[in-house]
């Protein structure tokens, strides 16, 4: 049948419909679902969403899902498209969600029902069914496991989730592949290529994650990558190393045998040889394939191990799951340990990211003011040895010990068998968990941990940090304890031992003690013990290697269960790492039922002191048990304690004394004893039977539930006797959560040799320290009501309903036969003993009843108060009773009312179905009418238009003729535009050309002009050097002849012509240095001043050198006019008067500051400091011949210059600033 499931109290109804029940018909496939709905596939179907009304008259939406397991846990996937066309049908609005979505996009049922949410949607109205194509795949799929899966979505392309997509690369590509042989003898890593190829595609498809579909057609395209890579086509090529297959032998159960077929199937694939470490002996062959495919990507995968990890957890696997093949990750796949201790690169990785992590520790530490914690000194070897990269998938080791194997000396348990699973270990004596008086943290190998510490000379240490400094490559072993609560088996173990592996791990890798104090806050939560599953959790997320920890059953906790199986009076008892001695809660329980409430009758108050001892007795049982109730590990010294403060109560002595109890056995043992030498020691099922009347509903049986560990699985008889004993005390008792019974347990009835078989206890105060074995008498009135019960046996028996003895009669006497004197002495000695033992206990009794008199007259008042408070309750009772009464009789009326109302409601409802069809009716006709009277008054206004419309039709002809004579007209003119611009654009184009051609040309001179200017530039520049000089010459020239002309007295006339003759000498002069000034001083400055600012751009590229660059050139080219205007004007002004001449300036060249720019960028650039020379490289010395220029400050030696300016390039040039520096000897400087 189908399943239904509802997550939510008003969630999405989920259904699965199993792929035998799906129905084959002539036009395909049909789901027939749990309400009678039948629904077509998908594809075939396009009202898919059309809503239906089930056999129960609801309204229904369907929608179908695509099932997964994702980390062990079943996932509904919707496809987005659908999602939208549903809430589009339901709604009746249209979203724009489908429009901005892929086609291929997934979600989860938990974010499809907050769309619904969102909406206001009934989640009710909307059921969740598989898809039925998708449903036959996996099942085919199951049954062959040949072809991957698709999603089949209609009107689009098939699409495919991420482990289907590696699934079909695994089947189709690696599955041909030798990975052992390298065939290509073209390439030397072949191979290693084609293995990063698979790696890289695998890669494509786990980007996305669930969220979105593959399409077929990308994957089809990655495996036609794939398929051309040489080494696929080499292995294809040669017949005799293609693949092997998945080795499926002939037998009809398609299972095979791993031993030398899984090693070469290993050994195919490039994995591991890891087939001789198989545990198990046989193996179906889609668990190997799963397997093998896994064991390749964790191995090959090393950059999409997590992702692809996550991902493949889905149809493959969930198949296994069906079929209970969920094992894929444990200690029986030793291929992910092998592979991931033969991962050289992911150690050395894993070394890598602790390293980087504690460096960002210690800078948080040093931010926080955290002191620096104290580290062991652990090597680099002994972390990589202790803590090694783990896979997520891998558990722990989980091992029972057999009975056989332990063996208890003295305090010592040891195991004593050979179990190769654990470890490396001999055969004798190599797991002791010793009992003595100090604490023990681990079980572990105690004789070669001896052998290291003497080797060392340390002692033995006494914690998990201390042993792991001085064994660092041993294993270790952490005591489990198996328990069964609710009826579910788990497995704990104790939380300090958890804890102080814990520290260890986190010392180890050089992390804070805060972070274990996290764990410790965390774990004391949950008591003395913690789930395994916690300890895993934490092991994944530091990286811890598991193979290294071995989990070991605790060997005195197998002890003790074994003990507590045989006897069911021994409680379950171990110790903890204080070596106390510890039981669970429902342990301690059940000891103190089985010291005190079984030594103690509670059907009858014989104490006459106390007004409502046993009562008092009872509550403060129940009370000590809920003190139990908790927590989870309790020490037997509290609960011994517990025992002896309930034990010295009045009730307990009182109630059931040892010599009454010996002397009713010594009497039924002689009637019934046959069934006392077959008789056992009492069950826990005879103490259910008095543990349940005894607490009733004050909820305590709960606690019981936690260890009554591994019991056997007939659980049916212990279910029927707790209902019968219960209906006797409870109304609609609930079916309890206790785990099962043994099978070889007996049902122990509740008759009175089993209420008497209660062990003797040692421990109690009314019996004296000299009392002798033999059983003392009673007082007569109560052997005479015994000597009555002796004859007839049945009367010992108690009813069913409640054990409830008979009390002494007084009157009651016994008939005393013949004694003899020596019997009579013997009797009276000991009533003389006896009177002497009373009388001492009367003292004490007395004073113990002087200080409860006082206890007593308190509580007399408190009495009389609840007496008081009880008179009015019991008056409210009454009050109360009466108004139940009454409202008995009104709640029958009101129920023959509600009865008579359904009636009449039905008969309503349907008036009510009635009324609103012919109000619907009446509506329509109404809105007919309204309709037909709308379209007569539209027929006139019609008509009406209709004139007009004709009358403007025949204006709008009239004027779309004039409009054609116009266009026409028009079309001529335009026409005639059109051929005259067309002339017009050819002369343009034939311009264009003439003007381009003389762009050209004009290019090409402003070039040459260009050249020219630069040419002339640098003329000028070596004029203006000679004219400066020149310049003062005429200056002092002129100043002379101004004083020859004050002081001379010759005639005017011979003035006159001197000065004729040298005006005329200095105009050619300045008119020379004119000359050479524009045609070659400043053309060379140009040329250098330009050279020196590409130079300068290109050692500093940003935009503050490119702007002082540019206003560097600007001022230089300024500089270069002025020079020469000021040269035109002192022509002029020589002509009229030589004593008005102007002072030149200074030779134009780049300023100081561009200077000091440039040199401090070269020497940066170079490197080459201002006290070497920058042509050989080497220092100045004071006694050489040096030589500086005039722009750059660079100074250089004369004999490096002189064979500078001997290569053709230098030009004689300075090789720092590029300006004209001549030899001084050849070229000197006018003084």
Not at 83 to 94: A, D, M, N, P, Y
Not at 549 to 572: H, L, N, Q, W
Not at 876 to 904: D, S, V
Not at 1127 to 1141: G, H, P
Request: glycine residues 4%.
């Amino acid at each position: 049948m189908s399943e239904s499931t509802k997550d939510k109290e008003n969630g999405i109804e989920v259904l699965y419909i199993p792929a035998d029940e799906i129905q084959k018909t002539d036009n395909g496939y049909r789901i027939a679902c749990r309400d009678g709905t039948k629904l077509p596939p998908r594809i075939c179907s396009s009202d898919y969403f059309v809503p239906r009304i089930n056999l129960e008259g609801n309204k229904k939406y369907y929608i179908p899902y695509y099932y997964l397991v994702l980390k062990g846990e079943t996932t509904f996937r919707f496809l987005l498209l659908d999602v939208f066309k549903l809430i589009e049908r339901i709604s009746g609005i249209e979203s724009n969600g489908s429009k901005n979505h892929a086609q291929m996009e997934t979600i989860s049922l938990e974010k499809f029902e907050d769309l619904l949410e969102a909406e206001n949607i009934d989640k009710s109205l909307i059921t969740a069914v598989n898809d039925i194509n998708y449903t036959l795949d996996t099942d085919e799929f199951c049954k062959h496991a040949t072809s991957p899966l698709f999603v089949e979505i209609p009107d689009r392309e098939d699409g495919m989730f991420p482990s289907q997509a590696i699934y079909y690369v695994f089947h189709s590509v690696i599955t041909k592949v030798n990975f052992s042989l390298n065939l290509c003898e073209d390439h030397p890593n072949c191979i290693g290529d084609f293995k990063t190829a698979v790696k890289n595609c695998c890669a494509t498809f786990t980007v996305s994650g669930l969220d979105y579909l593959i399409s077929k057609s990308i994957v089809q395209e990655e495996i036609k990558k794939l398929v051309k890579h040489c080494s696929f086509a080499h292995h294809l090529k040669r017949p005799k190393h293609k693949q092997i297959g998945f080795l499926i032998p002939d037998s009809p159960h398609h299972r095979f045998v791993p031993t030398t077929q899984y090693e070469t199937t290993c050994k195919h694939y490039g994995l591991p040889n890891f087939g001789s470490c198989m545990h198990e002996d046989f193996m179906s062959i889609h668990e190997m394939r799963a397997k093998l495919m896994l064991g390749w990507i964790h191995s090959v995968f090393e950059n999409i191990r997590s992702a692809s990890g996550k991902l493949l957890m889905d149809v493959v696997i969930y198949l296994l799951d069906r079929e209970q093949k969920d094992n894929i990750f444990s200690t029986d796949s030793p291929f992910l340990i092998d592979c991931q201790a033969a991962s050289n690169e992911s150690r050395n990785k894993v070394e890598k990211l602790t390293k980087t992590r504690h460096r960002r520790e210690e800078k948080l530490r040093l931010k926080k003011g955290k002191p620096a914690p104290e580290k062991l000194p652990v090597s680099t070897k002994q972390i990589s040895e202790t803590i090694l990269f783990n896979s997520p998938y891998l558990k722990f080791e989980v091992h029972n010990l057999p009975m056989e194997c332990i063996e208890k000396f003295d305090e010592l348990y040891c195991y004593t068998g050979n179990y190769p699973d654990i470890g490396k270990l001999s055969t004798i004596h190599e797991l002791i968990m010793t009992r003595v008086c100090r604490p023990q943290y681990f079980i572990v190998n105690r004789q070669q941990a001896m052998e290291r510490a003497n080797e060392k000379n340390s002692m033995y240490p006494s914690t998990l940090v201390g042993y792991h400094a001085i064994n660092n490559t041993s294993d270790y072993y952490v005591r489990s304890f198996r328990v069964r609560v609710a009826g579910v088996e788990s497995i704990r173990i104790l939380t300090e031992e958890a804890l102080n592996f814990v520290f260890l791990l986190l010392v180890s890798k050089g992390l804070d003690d805060y972070d274990a104090t996290a764990y410790q806050s965390a774990w004391s939560k949950f008591g003395g013990t913690i789930p395994l599953y916690f300890f895993e959790e934490f092991a994944d997320k530091y990286n811890v290697n598991k193979s290294r920890i071995k989990i070991i059953e605790d060997m005195a906790y197998k002890c003790s269960v074994e003990e507590f199986r045989e006897t069911g009076v021994a409680p379950i008892i171990f110790p903890n790492l204080r070596n106390e001695q510890v039981m669970f809660a429902s342990q301690a329980i059940l000891y103190v039922f089985e010291r005190v409430v079984f030594g103690a009758d509670f059907s009858v108050d014989y104490c006459e002191e106390h007004q409502n001892c046993l009562a008092d007795f009872r509550q403060k049982i129940v009370e000590k048990v809920q003190d139990f109730h908790g927590t989870i590990l309790i020490t037997k010294y509290d609960v011994d304690r517990v025992i002896l403060e309930l034990q010295t109560h009045c009730s307990y002595r009182i109630q059931f004394p040892t010599h009454l109890k010996n002397l009713l056995f010594k009497m039924v043992s002689a009637t019934e004893q046959t069934d006392l030498e077959d008789k056992k020691p009492q069950s826990a099922l005879s103490k259910f039977r008095w543990i349940v009347p005894f607490l009733g509903t004050s909820g305590v049986v709960a606690p019981l539930i936690d260890a009554l560990s591994m019991r056997a699985e007939n659980i049916d008889t212990f279910y029927d006797a707790w209902r019968n004993v219960v209906n006797q005390y409870c109304e609609n008792p609930e079916k309890p959560v206790f785990e099962p019974l043994p099978t070889e347990w007996k049902l122990v009835e509740n008759t009175l040799p089993s209420l008497l078989a209660a062990p003797e206890r040692s421990d109690s105060l009314i019996e004296s320290e000299n009392s002798s074995n033999e059983p003392e008498e009673a007082p007569e009135h109560i052997i005479a009501s015994v000597g009555e019960e002796d004859q007839n046996p049945k009367a010992l028996e108690p009813e069913p309903t409640s054990v409830k003895p008979k009390k002494p009669s007084k009157k009651a006497k016994i008939a005393d036969p013949q004694k003899s004197v020596e019997e009579i002495s013997r009797i009276n000695a000991k009533k003389a003993r006896r009177a002497d033992f009373l009388e001492s206990e009367n003292r004490k009794l007395r004073d113990e009843i002087k200080i409860l008199h006082g206890k007593m007259d308190e509580a007399n008042k408190k009495r009389t108060d609840a007496v008081t408070d009880k008179n009015s309750a019991v008056k409210q009772l009454e009050l109360y009773k009466e108004k139940a009464e009454r409202a008995i009789g009104i709640g029958q009326r009101l129920n023959e009312a509600e009865k008579t109302l359904g009636k009449k409601d039905k008969e309503i409802q349907k008036m009510r179905k009635q009324l609103d069809t012919l109000h619907n009716r009446i509506q329509r006709t109404d809105e007919l009418e309204e309709k037909l009277k709308r379209k007569k008054k539209n027929e006139e206004q019609l008509t009406k238009s209709k004139k007009e419309l004709q009358d403007e039709n025949e204006t709008l002809k009239a004027n779309a003729e004039t409009m054609k004579e116009k266009l026409k007209a028009a079309q001529n003119k335009t026409s005639k535009k059109q051929k005259a611009l067309e002339e017009e654009l050819s002369k343009l184009k034939l311009n264009n050309k003439e003007l381009t051609t003389k762009v050209d040309r004009l290019e090409k001179e402003n070039e040459q002009n260009l050249t020219n200017a630069n040419k002339k530039y640098l003329g000028i520049v070596a004029k203006a050097s000679s004219l400066q000089s020149i310049n003062s010459i005429l200056s002092e020239k002129v100043t002379d002849l101004e004083m020859k002309n004050q002081n001379l007295s010759i005639p005017r006339s011979s003035r006159s012509s001197s000065t004729s003759s040298s005006s005329s000498t200095s105009i050619n002069e300045l008119e020379r240095l004119k000359d050479s000034f524009e045609n070659v001083d400043a053309p060379r400055i140009i040329e250098n001043g330009m050279e020196m600012v590409k130079r300068l751009i290109a050692m500093k590229n940003d935009a503050d050198t490119l702007e002082f660059a540019e206003s560097e050139q600007m001022r230089l080219i300024y500089s270069i006019e002025e020079y020469s205007e000021t040269l035109d004007l002192n022509i002029r002004i020589y002509k009229r008067d030589a004593s008005k001449l102007l002072s030149l300036p200074e030779l134009p060249a780049l300023s100081q500051e561009f200077m000091d720019l440039f040199s401090k960028l070269d020497i940066q650039q170079t490197g080459i400091p201002d006290t070497d020379c920058v042509i050989c490289y080497e220092f100045r010395h004071s006694h050489e011949a040096v030589i500086k220029c005039h722009r750059c400050p660079r100074i250089y030696h004369l004999k490096c210059l002189r064979k500078w300016y001997e290569e053709p390039a230098a030009g004689e040039k300075c090789p720092t600033c590029r300006v004209v520096f001549r030899d001084p000897e050849e070229y000197p400087i006018l003084g």
